[in-house]
């Protein structure tokens, strides 16, 4: 059993949590993500690890409230405890020596992102980050990310926080005003990072994405979670999350995303969400 040692609500439906996990604290880096289990037998969910502190041993996550797994998981409180947590799971993210880095967070996008941008920050890179959200109150981690971002800028869809539009549209801004950048990461809805990857391609700045296509097992096994990845099939569990966006079939991932839309309507019917 791993206890929760903090909860804190973020926003409407998502949360954090602060769970106790000495293994995974202790060996996990920036871009790995972990397989949460909330009760024993239950689904097996993959949620990225959005901070960790080798010296509490604690990882965090954050959530949103999306299915029934997530809802029971909203259900625990500090002090309970989850049946299981394994991982770290994944290839840490691709730390590049550059000078520059601009980092793109889309809605609980911004939780993968965090991480990766700390950890720059700490080796010196300058990072400045793009945070998107549908309107501000959906918008989380600005704290966090305003002690180790240089420059902060915001977009939300109704222009409650920032410039009103798509962190494409920032993005545009940027360059437009002569900002230059060594490499960007971008993490949120695939529209989004599909978005961003288009227009970076075009000037040639180096682009990581982070993918979290269906995932069942974690351990490349199932086979469910590949993508196609410079016409070569990947498994964003073991080969991932992380890729060069250039090379992602944005396409094919997007409609596989759909492929049980059916059933998740029904199910989230059945339970009420």
Do not use: W
């Amino acid at each position: 059993m791993y206890k929760i040692l903090k909860k804190e609500i973020l926003s409407q439906d998502i949360e954090k949590m602060v769970i106790e996990a000495p293994y995974v604290a202790r060996k996990c880096e920036p871009g790995q993500f972990v397989i949460v289990m909330v009760e024993e037998g239950g689904e097996r969910i993959p949620l990225t690890i959005a901070d960790y502190d080798r010296s509490e041993n604690s990882v965090t996550i954050i959530y949103q409230i999306v299915g029934y797994t997530t809802k029971l998981l909203s259900q625990k409180q500090e002090g309970e405890s989850i049946s299981g947590i394994a991982g770290p799971m994944g290839q840490p993210a691709h730390m590049k020596n550059v000078k520059r880095v601009l980092g793109i967070g889309g809605g609980v996008g911004a939780a993968p992102l965090y991480p990766q941008i700390k950890k720059l920050a700490e080796s010196g890179t300058q990072c400045d980050v793009i945070i998107g959200s549908r309107t501000e109150e959906l918008m989380i981690l600005q704290d966090e990310f305003g002690e180790v971002a240089q420059n902060m800028y915001f977009a939300t869809n109704d222009g409650s926080k920032g410039k009103k539009g798509f962190v494409t549209d920032v993005l545009k801004d940027l360059i437009a005003k002569g900002e230059k950048y060594d490499e960007i990461i971008a993490i949120g809805p695939l529209v989004m990072m599909k978005s961003v990857v288009e227009y970076t391609k075009e000037l040639n700045i180096p682009t990581s994405v982070s993918l979290n296509p269906i995932m069942i097992d974690g351990t490349g096994m199932c086979g469910g979670c590949r993508v196609t990845i410079g016409k070569e099939t990947k498994f964003a569990c073991v080969d991932g999350p992380d890729f060069d966006g250039f090379l992602v079939d944005f396409e094919e991932l997007m409609r596989r995303q759909t492929m049980y839309h059916v059933e998740e309507t029904e199910h989230r019917c059945r339970i009420g969400l």
